[in-house]
């Protein structure tokens, strides 16, 4: 095969943009065409460090190792079938660039990790963009390398297998400095799994149709943002995790959580939209974190807090018809809205002074609350002197109440004017 070398202009170009940056001779790097028929391993093997690998569209059945720094790019969407056995692509060295790939039918051994890109430890800054996984155990498998970047692929698992014989969509372990972003990922375990990762961004993902969108842990100083995660038995699962933010996030229609916050410290959860869920977030052991501007709306119930999770700023968050807002379990009361308050969509309090708070604190799961929930149609009446009577009695006989959320600043309209919305998201 010989390698079709680049236009003499365009090689001309490059040295005298180097020649006037003040650097020596350059290495451009041949370019190999790979035409139908012929084997995308054996232009690999031919070509050097720094080469691209164009490849034209058709079907190639090989097992790819890549042992040297170079560009794989397919030209209108080739397919590499794995043949059902191993890994379709295994990335040895590091500064690879995969692009523009559909990549198919890897093995289906857990153990053996098989994996449709399996990045292997020491390929730092792999890249691969644009590409398509179809019938992947794991859609790629990352281990101990630094600023992987992983942008734009479809990633769909082995739907005809049980959940939990699947692999993961992306699994990365080990890692400093990954940026996930843009990828589309369903039908597998978890769509995204991360352990032992840290100064990584998480940006754009959809995650749909799995176990977990996230399943996520030991990882710190992460950025999850913009992410939507809907359809899954869970949405973002962090735990055991400190120093992350968490912002702008979208989680719906999630079986069970759509964001979980468990062992975690320091970090920054605001601006996310939780719906839909049977319960929007699921907060356990979480210390010392901010939890502000959520919207918190037509969950089962909207926050599960338990498990000594206090000492958390909870402030400007929007609490809508959730059909318990805060289930709490603790020996005592927790404030929350110290400073500025939360919206709650069942606070039946008043604002006489028009400053936009209640005058009255607002307690999660108070005797009316319960009686509500247990009897519906007593909403119908929660404007009326009866109820607000029996919700004042209430506070002043300590044995008829539970230790409670406690916010004594309830905002009297919330900050999301979409919230309607976001009604309706249930899977179904």
Same mark, same amino acid.
């Given at each position: @095969?010989?390698?079709?070398?680049?236009?003499?202009?365009?090689?001309?170009?490059?040295?005298?943009?180097?020649?006037?940056?003040?650097?020596?001779?350059?290495?451009?790097?041949?370019?190999?065409?790979?035409?139908?028929?012929?084997?995308?391993?054996?232009?690999?093997?031919?070509?050097?460090?720094?080469?691209?690998? +164009?490849?034209?569209?058709? +079907?190639?059945?090989?097992?790819?190792?890549?042992?040297?720094?170079?560009?794989?790019?397919?030209?209108?969407?080739?397919?590499?079938?794995?043949?059902?056995?191993?890994?379709?692509?295994?990335?040895?060295?590091?500064?690879?660039?995969?692009?523009?790939?559909?990549?198919?039918?890897?093995?289906?051994?857990?153990?053996?990790?098989?994996?449709?890109?399996?990045?292997?430890?020491?390929?730092? +800054?792999?890249?691969?963009?644009?590409?398509?996984?179809?019938?992947?155990?794991?859609?790629?498998?990352?281990?101990?390398?630094?600023?992987?970047?992983?942008?734009?692929?479809?990633?769909?698992?082995?739907?005809?297998?049980?959940?939990?014989?699947?692999?993961?969509?992306?699994?990365?372990?080990?890692?400093?400095?990954?940026?996930?972003?843009?990828?589309?990922?369903?039908?597998?375990?978890?769509?995204?799994?991360?352990?032992?990762?840290?100064?990584?961004?998480?940006?754009?993902?959809? @995650?749909?149709?799995? +176990?977990?969108?996230?399943?996520?842990?030991?990882?710190?100083?992460?950025?999850?943002?913009?992410?939507?995660?809907?359809?899954?038995?869970?949405?973002?699962?962090?735990?055991?995790?400190?120093?992350?933010?968490?912002?702008?996030?979208? %989680?719906?229609?999630?079986?069970?959580?759509?964001?979980?916050?468990?062992?975690?410290?320091?970090?920054?959860?605001?601006?996310?939209?939780?719906?839909?869920?049977?319960?929007?977030?699921?907060?356990?052991?979480?210390?010392?974190?901010?939890?502000?501007?959520?919207?918190?709306?037509?969950?089962?119930?909207?926050?599960?807090?338990?498990?000594?999770?206090?000492?958390?700023?909870?402030?400007?968050?929007?609490?809508?018809?959730?059909?318990?807002?805060?289930?709490?379990?603790?020996?005592?009361?927790?404030?929350?809205?110290?400073?500025?308050?939360?919206?709650?969509?069942?606070?039946?309090?008043?604002?006489?002074?028009?400053?936009?708070?209640?005058?009255?604190?607002?307690?999660?799961?108070?005797?009316?609350?319960?009686?509500?929930?247990?009897?519906? @149609?007593?909403?119908?009446?929660?404007?009326?002197?009866?109820?607000?009577?029996?919700?004042?009695? %209430?506070?002043?006989?300590?044995? @008829?109440?539970?230790?409670?959320?406690?916010?004594?600043?309830?905002?009297?309209?919330?900050?999301?004017?979409?919230?309607?919305?976001?009604?309706?998201?249930?899977?179904?």
């Amino acid at each position: @095969m010989r390698p079709a070398l680049k236009p003499f202009c365009l090689v001309r170009s490059c040295i005298a943009a180097l020649l006037l940056a003040g650097l020596a001779w350059p290495a451009c790097g041949a370019e190999w065409l790979v035409q139908p028929g012929e084997s995308i391993q054996a232009a690999i093997v031919k070509a050097a460090a720094g080469d691209t690998v +164009r490849v034209a569209r058709a +079907r190639y059945t090989e097992n790819l190792r890549i042992e040297k720094p170079l560009k794989l790019i397919g030209m209108d969407r080739p397919t590499v079938s794995g043949g059902l056995k191993g890994d379709t692509i295994r990335v040895v060295a590091p500064d690879v660039s995969i692009e523009g790939f559909i990549i198919s039918d890897s093995g289906a051994s857990l153990g053996g990790q098989n994996a449709g890109i399996y990045i292997q430890p020491g390929a730092h +800054r792999a890249r691969v963009a644009h590409c398509d996984f179809s019938y992947t155990l794991f859609g790629l498998w990352i281990e101990k390398v630094d600023d992987v970047r992983i942008e734009h692929n479809l990633i769909t698992g082995k739907r005809d297998l049980d959940s939990s014989q699947r692999g993961n969509g992306i699994q990365i372990y080990n890692t400093t400095g990954a940026q996930i972003i843009g990828n589309n990922i369903s039908f597998v375990r978890d769509a995204i799994y991360v352990d032992v990762s840290h100064h990584a961004v998480f940006r754009g993902n959809r @995650m749909h149709h799995s +176990r977990y969108g996230t399943h996520y842990m030991n990882s710190h100083y992460n950025l999850w943002e913009g992410n939507d995660s809907y359809f899954n038995r869970g949405g973002l699962a962090l735990m055991e995790v400190r120093n992350q933010v968490v912002r702008n996030n979208r %989680a719906w229609g999630n079986t069970d959580h759509g964001i979980m916050l468990r062992t975690i410290q320091d970090s920054l959860v605001e601006n996310n939209v939780v719906a839909g869920n049977t319960r929007g977030f699921f907060i356990y052991d979480a210390e010392y974190n901010t939890l502000r501007g959520n919207l918190v709306v037509d969950n089962q119930v909207g926050m599960h807090v338990w498990a000594g999770s206090v000492r958390n700023a909870v402030e400007k968050n929007d609490f809508i018809s959730n059909r318990e807002q805060v289930k709490y379990v603790a020996a005592r009361d927790e404030p929350w809205g110290v400073k500025e308050g939360n919206h709650w969509s069942n606070y039946v309090g008043w604002d006489r002074n028009g400053d936009g708070h209640g005058d009255v604190p607002y307690e999660a799961n108070d005797m009316v609350d319960r009686l509500s929930w247990r009897h519906p @149609m007593v909403k119908l009446l929660l404007a009326s002197p009866a109820i607000q009577t029996l919700r004042l009695i %209430a506070q002043q006989f300590p044995l @008829m109440r539970a230790p409670s959320i406690v916010d004594k600043n309830p905002r009297m309209r919330p900050e999301h004017s979409d919230w309607r919305n976001w009604l309706g998201k249930q899977y179904r």
